[in-house]
């Protein structure tokens, strides 16, 4: 299963972009609680994507590609608590949450393909 490298680039400039923003987080003790949640969950999305790059099956490409999507789901998760919280500004996470939102969306068109093919 060869993939893109533009996707491979991108989500780990997602991982960056996460680690930017857990480093901006309040020093109060529910930002750390978030902050480590999302830091787990939103540099694991890359770190999943490129082991589905290697599947051996289509069957484990989409298992790995469904890991990936889970991670995204959560990262999407802590976003939205870190506005509602109002622990960051909108502005801060708007760009994230939009990024977040694309990769979702790239990740389902590429289970569903992949599903296609099986």
Known sequence: ????????????AYALQI???YRALPKSGEARVI??????SGTSVGAQYREAC????????ISKMEGSLGE?????YWLELLE???ILPVPRL?????????LI???VASIKTAKKRR
């Open 84 to 86: 509602d919280a109002e």
């Open 35 to 40: 902050g480590n949640q999302i830091l787990r």
């Open 1 to 12: 299963m060869s993939a893109p490298p533009d996707l491979r680039e991108r989500t780990k």
């Open 105 to 107: 969306a790239i990740f």
């Open 54 to 61: 290697r599947a051996k099956s289509n069957r484990d490409f």
């Open 94 to 102: 708007s760009a994230l949450q939009k990024e977040t939102d694309e």
């Open 19 to 21: 680690i930017r923003l």
């Open 72 to 76: 995204l789901d959560e990262t999407a």
